[in-house]
């Protein structure tokens, strides 16, 4: 029977692959240091009023009764990397969150799960875990719960009025791609309809903070217009679903790759950003596409969507917040500061003007007339 330590051991590193509430670094990854995102124990979240907290990530159980071939803990998973499997009770995990609690180690709890017996049965049994840390011991700090595919909207409700915030990983961006990794989950019950209903607990306000998903790229051949389609449509008044992370498909079996792997990452990222924080619509972020549907890698994708914005290039001191957005180099501080100057009725006639607010000057200046000047490149004459 193993001990309570090597449930933490096991379960802990298991969690370590969803990313919902945590920020890994693919450029440093050494195994042991550290922070060292290959390593489990604890990730960071951040609430609302933007604090960084610490929060304990575990898995109730590694037990799962589905065939997902991207995950450590499948059926399909018949490799030597397959872990001894193990599952907390309730009551266990609960003492030992406290304890990690009451000795200052960690500020909350995401709690994730493989499916032992059935969803709901493992719901019950998550849902069993939050109260007793809330009613039992207390527990007022942060607590993330994953919600499993297949949950009834009973037990979903359950959770979500316990938990501060809850997430449901997508994985794949349509049926016929989960089709391909995974023969035991249906796409529009397990994960379509679980989504809806978190949809309208937000919209009654029970789950205020939000809820968020994850996709795991690269273990089908899904283009990333495949993906975008599904992320903006989730982005959506139908949806509105705060936050959508990518993680890099690494086969279970596979050795660390170099930080080159993570760049199709990376770019959907910066799409992401770029549509939830400088209001960059669906069909403009989709105009970079290649013909084979897939987000350039070579260049950022601000970089591609400016080089093709007709509004270029701009008077520094008459454009308008939302155009300065646009400006590869310039972001929202800058923007605002700049939007300052110009209300200040300051005349920004040299480059180091806009250096002093913020502004990464190499990028920007060939989108900007700066003392009735543009700068231009090579490209200009080619
Ligand atoms: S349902 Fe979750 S825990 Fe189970 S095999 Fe799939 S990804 Fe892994």
Same mark, same amino acid.
């Given at each position: 029977?193993?001990?309570?330590?090597?449930?933490?051991?096991?379960?802990?590193?298991?969690?370590?692959?969803?990313?919902?509430?945590?920020?890994?670094?693919?450029?440093?990854?050494?195994?042991?240091?550290?922070?060292?995102?290959?390593?489990?124990?604890?990730?960071?979240?951040?609430?609302?009023?933007?604090?960084?907290?610490? =929060?304990?990530?575990?898995?109730?159980?590694?037990?799962?009764?589905?065939?997902?071939?991207?995950?450590? &803990?499948?059926?399909?998973?018949?490799?030597?990397?397959?872990?001894? %499997?193990?599952?907390?009770?309730?009551?266990?995990?609960? &003492?030992?969150?406290?304890?990690?609690?009451?000795?200052?180690?960690?500020?909350?709890? +995401?709690?994730?799960?493989?499916?032992?017996?059935?969803?709901?049965?493992?719901?019950?049994?998550?849902?069993?875990?939050?109260?007793?840390?809330?009613?039992?011991?207390?527990?007022?700090?942060?607590?993330?719960?994953?919600?499993?595919?297949?949950?009834?909207?009973?037990?979903?409700?359950?959770?979500?009025?316990?938990?501060?915030?809850?997430?449901?990983?997508?994985?794949?961006? &349509?049926?016929?791609?989960?089709?391909?990794?995974?023969? %035991?989950?249906?796409?529009?019950?397990?994960?379509?309809?679980?989504?809806?209903?978190?949809?309208? +607990?937000?919209?009654?306000?029970?789950?205020?903070?939000?809820? %968020?998903?994850?996709?795991?790229?690269?273990?089908? *051949?899904?283009?990333?217009?495949?993906?975008?389609?599904?992320?903006?449509?989730?982005?959506?008044? *139908?949806?509105?679903?705060?936050?959508?992370?990518?993680?890099?498909?690494?086969?279970?079996?596979?050795?660390?790759?170099?930080?080159?792997?993570?760049?199709?990452?990376?770019?959907?990222?910066?799409? *992401?950003?770029?549509?939830?924080?400088?209001?960059?619509?669906?069909?403009?972020?989709?105009?970079?596409?290649?013909?084979?549907?897939?987000?350039? =890698?070579?260049?950022?994708?601000?970089?591609?969507?400016?080089?093709?914005?007709?509004?270029?290039? =701009?008077?520094?001191?008459?454009?308008?917040?939302?155009?300065?957005?646009?400006?590869?180099?310039?972001?929202?501080?800058?923007? %605002?500061?700049?939007?300052? =100057?110009?209300?200040?009725?300051?005349?920004?006639?040299?480059?180091?003007?806009?250096?002093?607010?913020?502004?990464?000057?190499?990028?920007?200046?060939?989108?900007?007339?700066?003392? &009735?000047?543009?700068?231009?490149?090579?490209?200009?004459?080619?």
């Amino acid at each position: 029977m193993p001990s309570t330590l090597e449930k933490l051991r096991i379960l802990g590193d298991a969690a370590k692959y969803d990313l919902c509430a945590s920020t890994a670094s693919p450029k440093k990854q050494i195994a042991g240091a550290i922070g060292s995102p290959t390593t489990m124990g604890i990730c960071h979240s951040y609430l609302p009023d933007g604090r960084c907290i610490s =929060l304990l990530k575990v898995l109730l159980t590694n037990k799962c009764i589905h065939d997902c071939v991207y995950c450590i &803990n499948s059926t399909s998973n018949n490799s030597c990397f397959k872990r001894q %499997t193990v599952s907390f009770d309730p009551d266990e995990l609960a &003492n030992l969150t406290m304890t990690f609690f009451l000795r200052n180690h960690i500020e909350g709890l +995401f709690l994730s799960s493989g499916i032992e017996g059935d969803a709901n049965q493992q719901a019950e049994r998550i849902h069993e875990t939050i109260k007793l840390l809330r009613d039992k011991h207390k527990f007022g700090s942060y607590i993330h719960a994953k919600v499993l595919p297949g949950i009834g909207k009973d037990e979903l409700k359950r959770i979500s009025e316990v938990a501060d915030r809850v997430s449901i990983n997508v994985e794949l961006p &349509n049926s016929s791609r989960l089709n391909e990794v995974c023969s %035991t989950k249906d796409y529009n019950s397990d994960i379509l309809r679980p989504s809806k209903w978190l949809t309208d +607990f937000y919209k009654k306000g029970l789950i205020p903070s939000g809820y %968020t998903t994850q996709y795991v790229v690269g273990s089908t *051949d899904e283009t990333d217009e495949e993906v975008l389609k599904r992320v903006f449509d989730f982005y959506s008044n *139908d949806w509105k679903f705060r936050r959508q992370y990518y993680s890099s498909y690494l086969p279970i079996t596979a050795e660390i790759p170099q930080p080159s792997y993570f760049l199709r990452e990376v770019r959907l990222y910066q799409i *992401d950003w770029l549509h939830r924080v400088y209001d960059y619509n669906s069909q403009e972020l989709s105009s970079i596409l290649n013909e084979d549907g897939f987000i350039p =890698l070579r260049d950022d994708p601000k970089l591609l969507l400016a080089r093709q914005d007709d509004i270029f290039p =701009l008077d520094i001191n008459e454009a308008s917040y939302n155009e300065l957005m646009r400006v590869p180099g310039v972001g929202e501080r800058s923007a %605002t500061r700049i939007i300052e =100057l110009q209300r200040e009725k300051v005349d920004i006639r040299k480059p180091i003007q806009l250096k002093n607010v913020g502004v990464v000057i190499k990028r920007a200046l060939p989108f900007l007339k700066v003392g &009735n000047m543009v700068q231009t490149t090579m490209d200009d004459f080619m």
